[in-house]
């Protein structure tokens, strides 16, 4: 899954914060609103999972790419 099937499946509004995670460590690669540049550039990779917070924040965790440990 990627953010953009997430954007396309209704869970993620204008006004939803995102952070985008690394999956290890969960470092905080990004953070803001869908059309922010930052967030954008994170829409078409491979997510390992995401959660949905009622206060309208989504937090993703990319998936880990061959060759990274």
Request: glycine share 6%; hydrophobic share 35%.
């Amino acid at each position: 899954m990627t953010l953009e099937k997430i954007y396309e499946i209704g869970l993620i509004k204008d006004d939803t914060e995102i952070f985008v995670r690394h999956s290890e460590g969960f470092k905080i690669l990004a953070h803001g609103n869908w059309y922010q540049d930052n967030v954008l550039e994170y829409m078409h990779h491979e997510l390992e999972s995401f959660t949905w917070q009622d206060d309208n924040k989504i937090y993703v965790d990319l998936a880990q790419q061959e060759g990274e440990a």
